[in-house]
Nanobody, 127 residues
Framework: QVQLVESGGGLVQPGGSLRLSCAGS????????MGWYRQAPGKERELVAR???????NYADSVKGRFTLSRDNAKNTVYLQMNSLKPEDTAVYYC?????????????????????WGQGTLVTVSS
């Protein structure tokens, strides 16, 4: 079983900051890409930011210069530092990861790729 647990969401005033965390647990051999998506009411889920295992990042145009994505591979954790928050940032934020699982069968070791989503954490930006 592989899980992603998100934390750090909440209510913040415009111009404020929040730091989201996403920690992977369970059968994880290695995590490749990790990132954050968000979904506002009545809208489709959209990419916020992603980071590769090598540390390369990409951000949505709407958050460039305000959000910073980082990861700690030893802790299987990704962080999203959100500054200068705007009301339009209000959404449920979902962590996503491309994970390699280790499977042991008949004294042999196999590896399987799987995409995992977190349950989401709500970020509300309002005065």
């Amino acid at each position: 079983q592989v899980q992603l647990v998100e934390s750090g969401g909440g209510l913040v005033q415009p111009g404020g900051s929040l730091r989201l965390s996403c920690a992977g647990s369970g059968n994880i051999f290695i995590i490749n890409d990790m990132g954050w998506y968000r979904q506002a009411p009545g809208k489709e889920r959209e990419l916020v930011a992603r980071i590769t295992s090598g540390g390369s990042t990409n951000y949505a145009d709407s958050v460039k210069g305000r959000f910073t994505l980082s990861r700690d591979n030893a802790k299987n954790t990704v962080y999203l530092q959100m500054n200068s928050l705007k009301p339009e940032d209000t959404a449920v934020y979902y962590c996503n990861a491309q994970i390699v699982r280790q499977i042991v069968q008949n004294q042999r070791v196999y590896y399987r790729d799987v995409e995992v989503w977190g349950q989401g954490t709500l970020v509300t930006v309002s005065s």
